[in-house]
């Protein structure tokens, strides 16, 4: 995904859900007025979540800005491309 790789950028990979919604929380109480949520694969229905448990546990303050999706072409262990879903969740506060 193309964009800004700043500060308040945060990759969901594997980690529990709780463990980005801290990252964000840390991110907003640090004074960021927007975090971003990345994430690819298997991972897009956890940066979901994140955003989810985030607004309606946490900040209720909190609004989804905008949502990007798209497609990278990576190269797996074979040595085969392939097309790798993407999602960008810009929260903003």
Not at 26 to 41: I, W
Not at 44 to 65: C, G, P
């Amino acid at each position: 995904m193309t964009g800004s790789t700043g500060d308040n950028v945060i990759f969901v990979g594997k980690k529990t859900p709780m463990a980005y919604v801290l990252a964000c929380i840390t991110q907003f109480n640090d004074g960021k007025k927007e975090v971003v949520l990345r994430a690819r694969g298997k991972s897009i229905s956890r940066a979901v979540d994140v955003a989810e448990i985030l607004r309606n546990k946490f900040f209720t303050d909190v609004k989804v800005k905008e949502v990007k999706i798209g497609t990278e072409e990576l190269t797996n262990q074979q040595g085969e491309k392939v097309n790798v879903s993407t999602i960008e969740i810009v929260l903003e506060r």
